[in-house]
T-cell receptor
Framework: NAGVTQTPKFRILKIGQSMTLQCAQD?????MYWYRQDPGMGLKLIYY???????DKGEVPNGYNVSRSTTEDFPLRLELAAPSQTSVYFC????????????????FGDGTRLSIL | QKEVEQDPGPLSVPEGAIVSLNCTYS??????FMWYRQYSRKGPELLMY????GNKEDGRFTAQVDKSSKYISLFIRDSQPSDSATYLC?????????????FGAGTQVVVTP
């Protein structure tokens, strides 16, 4: 059981380049999230999705885009990479119904470490 | 002011000691409280979660929530070198999903043999 899988694990980009961070989960979770983690700052929510075709902004969405075409996948797109986007990116998932959350709170992947030079 | 405050540490303790971690928060609407453990270069791993006030115990770990003081704690008994990690508190105010968690910055814990 893989859980939440993120690829790539490491990446170096030049300023202005673009890339897509991949996230896949095999737990049939309907909710998926993207966070960034900067030193001393905790995790900040970038975007989240409550199901296929539905996404919404989190606390720090500028410079990022997401899509959710399937339950399993939730890619994060960086357009025109900037040094401020140097960070560790985590994808997470959880399951909820109309009656409320089910199971445990968010399961995390092992992250993508991104440097923009 | 941050919504969730957590001392970054590092907190260094000898093996076998009790580790005491805490977070304070300002949003009285938080109802769910979680503790995550994060090893270096790994993702956060859920340790425990609680709803509203009270205590919860799981093996060597005890979580406490005091909503009146807006203060949560995690205690690790009989600490082991394998407990060396960063511990993140997280909170959520929604009941229709696990929602948008607010995280503390994390406390680094070092357990020395």
């Amino acid at each position: 059981n893989a859980g939440v899988t993120q690829t790539p694990k490491f990446r170096i980009l030049k300023i202005g380049q673009s890339m897509t961070l991949q996230c896949a989960q095999d737990m049939n979770h309907n909710y998926m999230y993207w966070y960034r983690q900067d030193p001393g700052m905790g995790l900040k929510l970038i975007y989240y999705s409550v199901g296929a075709g539905i996404t919404d902004k989190g606390e720090v969405p500028n410079g990022y885009n997401v899509s959710r075409s399937t339950t399993e996948d939730f890619p994060l797109r960086l357009e025109l990479a900037a040094p401020s986007q140097t960070s560790v990116y985590f994808c997470a998932s959880s399951y909820s119904t109309r009656q409320g959350p089910r199971g445990a709170p968010q399961h995390f992947g092992d992250g993508t470490r991104l440097s923009i030079l | 002011q941050k919504e969730v405050e957590q001392d970054p540490g590092p907190l260094s303790v000898p093996e076998g000691a009790i580790v005491s971690l805490n977070c304070t928060y300002s949003n009285s609407a938080f109802q769910y409280f979680m503790w995550y453990r994060q090893y270096s270069r790994k993702g956060p791993e859920l340790l425990m979660y609680t709803y509203s006030s009270g205590n919860k115990e799981d093996g060597r770990f005890t979580a406490q929530v005091d909503k009146s003081s807006k203060y949560i704690s995690l205690f690790i008994r009989d600490s082991q070198p394998s407990d060396s990690a960063t511990y993140l508190c997280a909170m959520s105010e929604t009941t229709d999903s696990w929602g948008k968690l607010q995280f503390g910055a994390g406390t680094q814990v070092v357990v020395t043999p």
